[in-house]
């Protein structure tokens, strides 16, 4: 079946700094990642599009220049949350659409990022 | 707009016994749906999905979901839970335009009772 890895699994940093999350696609390519953020209890809430060889679409609200992001292979989307602050505290998912199966996304085992 | 509702926010059941998650969905044509699980910390696991043909559609690990289009539903059922069936399930539809976007509904978390 189709995999999708992220790393790291999860992540502990300075408020200030720069953390980046990779999501891959293993055995299949994926013109179109998605990444999304849960609250506890909550939904899965989508932040961006991710295209590989163009610009990531943001969904409304959030700030395009804080969560950055790269889709610079069939396989590979990078998230970098820039200037971390608590409140980016939260669970990052990401999932990669496959081509050859149509609309089916398939999900990352999920970043947890803590911001002290 | 498109939407997805879950009205159930947990259910407890008995080991053994039979289940029904209920999901209703709010689409004008016919919708690509997905029923997703999620164990606590992790990612989510397609569980099945409905894109067109038979309207029941079966899945991994025993489950089994109806497309009932009258009723604007897309339930989600399992003959006899398991304990490690406890986790949270989502359902969702894929918005029908280029940007393949799924609509998640709230999510319905899943107790099951030894």
């Known amino acids: 079946g189709a995999v999708v890895s992220q790393h790291p699994s999860w992540v502990i940093c300075k408020s200030g700094t720069s953390v980046k999350i990779e999501c891959r696609s293993l055995?299949?390519?994926?013109?179109?990642m998605f990444w999304y953020r849960q609250f506890p209890k909550q939904s899965l809430m989508l932040m961006a599009t991710?295209?590989?060889?163009?610009?990531?679409?943001?969904e409304q609200g959030v700030e395009k220049d804080k969560f950055l992001i790269n889709h610079a292979s069939l396989t590979l989307s990078t998230l970098t949350v820039t200037s971390a602050h608590p409140e980016d505290s939260s669970f990052y998912i990401c999932?990669?659409?496959?081509?050859?199966?149509?609309?089916?996304?398939?999900f990352g085992p999920g970043t947890r990022l803590l911001v002290l | 707009a498109q939407s997805v509702t879950q009205p159930d926010i947990h259910i407890t059941v008995s080991e053994g016994a039979s289940l029904e998650l209920r999901c209703n969905y709010s689409?004008?044509?016919?919708?690509?749906l997905f029923w997703y699980v999620q164990s606590p910390g992790q990612g989510l696991q397609l569980l099945l999905k409905?894109?067109?043909?038979?309207?029941l559609v079966q899945g991994i690990k025993g489950f089994e979901a109806e497309f009932k289009r009258s009723q604007s539903s897309f339930n989600l059922r399992k003959p006899s839970v398991h304990w490690s069936d406890a986790a949270e399930y989502f359902c969702?539809?894929?918005?029908?335009?280029?940007?393949?976007?799924?609509?998640f509904g709230s999510g319905t978390r899943l107790l099951v009772r030894p």
């Open positions: 999932s990669a659409r496959d081509q050859s199966g149509g609309e089916t996304q398939y």
């Open positions: 055995d299949f390519q994926a013109t179109t």
């Open positions: 991710s295209n590989e060889g163009s610009k990531a679409t943001y």
């Open positions: 689409y004008g044509a016919t919708p690509y």
């Open positions: 409905y894109f067109s043909g038979d309207t």
């Open positions: 969702a539809v894929a918005r029908m335009d280029s940007s393949y976007k799924l609509i």
